[in-house]
């Protein structure tokens, strides 16, 4: 008979940090497929090794489910928050066609000084207040990465107030099929007023460029929609997650920050060592099984739900040596971050270059930066993804 692992409470990490979980390297070590409880009722299968980890985020047996199809597949109504992500077959590789240059490497290399434009004048704006130190979270590391994206996709970022509460209130947490409807009802309908809008007067933007191809016959008016909802729900919020995560590593890893700041050429490889470092992705992928698979003995059923644990897969001390700690020159490293397979990050190099830019930048502007004696960031330790909802900082 098979050996059922027992079922274990969700590894979080301790409050008032980033993480990762304490629990990461035992269940790597003696549990690598263990089995933990989730919200709503549900159980899944958690898998913390790279090579494993690897392996299942690009396992064509392994789908992304809606909020309708998981945990609970009674629900029987269309689902109203579906992105890029749950899409699968001809209309996924359409979609991603369509937008494949406007987020390949070159294009985004092309964006570059307009990237850092937006970087530079945020800084000004919190540099020129007069004061000697700020919130760097409210002051840039939240809104550098929305002003970029909605530059490149055609969204007006003076309507983010429009959007933002409601994207904020629906995906906070673990919400209800019904609860995700409502946001994406509210979503769709602003969606519907910017694709008229871009139809009567189309920019140089991406979604002008879909609004194209729509008419041209290629995508379909709903292959718009999840494209919108896809940028509006996850397009800039884990940029924004990691850039802030970035900054606080950097100031409370001694002398790294400094060391960035004067060598300038460690960059490329600290912005990769970043993200690999950065245990953002604890729970973010939740795959479901179309059939059995086999895994280190167990058998992980049709229907089932798995966690491939990109957080812990990058901290596998196999694969990275001193895995726990910060190396801004690490020569060699083949983190996960943006996952693997056809449902890799569509927006990597441009989350690089957020990264890349919005550091250097910020090295420029407060070359002295630290963070404030006596003022701990404040976290949202109900989350399960941790970032710093507050950086008070001194320049």
Request: hydrophobic share 45%.
């Amino acid at each position: 008979m098979e050996n059922i692992p027992p079922i274990i409470d969700f590894p979080v990490p301790p409050p008032g940090t980033m993480g990762p979980p304490a629990e990461f390297a035992a269940l790597r070590a003696h549990c690598p497929v263990a089995r933990v409880r989730m919200d709503l009722g549900a159980t899944a299968w958690y898998v913390t090794r790279y090579q494993d980890v690897r392996e299942l985020v690009a396992d064509p047996r392994l789908i992304r489910p809606t909020i309708n199809d998981w945990p609970d597949r009674s629900a029987g109504a269309e689902p109203g928050l579906i992105t890029m992500a749950e899409l699968d077959g001809p209309r996924h590789t359409a979609l991603r066609r369509a937008v494949a240059e406007a987020f390949g490497a070159g294009a985004i290399r092309g964006r570059v000084p307009r990237i850092r434009g937006i970087a530079d004048d945020l800084l000004a704006r919190l540099r020129g207040d007069g004061e000697p130190g700020g919130d760097l979270v409210a002051g840039f590391t939240d809104p550098f990465p929305l002003l970029v994206l909605c530059d490149l996709v055609g969204i007006p970022p003076e309507e983010r107030d429009r959007f933002l509460p409601v994207i904020e209130e629906g995906l906070s947490t673990m919400v209800t099929p019904a609860e995700a409807d409502r946001t994406a009802d509210l979503l769709r309908d602003y969606l519907a007023g910017l694709i008229a809008r871009k139809r009567r007067e189309p920019g140089r933007d991406v979604l002008s460029h879909l609004i194209g191809e729509w008419q041209a016959g290629r995508l379909s008016y709903e292959d718009l929609v999840v494209f919108g909802l896809s940028m509006l729900t996850v397009g800039f919020g884990t940029s924004a997650m990691f850039l802030a995560n970035s900054v606080y590593a950097l100031l409370t890893t001694p002398g790294k920050y400094a060391r960035l700041r004067d060598d300038r050429d460690l960059l490329p490889t600290a912005v990769e060592e970043l993200l690999r470092f950065v245990p953002l992705m604890n729970n973010f992928v939740i795959l479901v099984a179309t059939e059995d698979i086999s895994l280190h003995g167990h058998t992980i059923a049709k229907d089932d739900a798995v966690l491939p644990v990109l957080a812990a897969a990058n901290r596998d001390e196999t694969v990275f040596t001193t895995s726990d700690g910060l190396d801004l020159g690490r020569p060699v490293n083949p983190h996960l971050a943006f996952g693997r397979g056809p449902h890799n990050c569509l927006g990597a190099h441009l989350a690089r270059a957020q990264l890349t830019v919005g550091l250097g930048a910020l090295l420029d502007a407060f070359p002295s930066l630290s963070l404030v004696d006596g003022q701990e960031p404040r976290w949202d330790d109900e989350a399960p993804n941790r970032t710093p909802l507050t950086l008070p900082v001194g320049w």
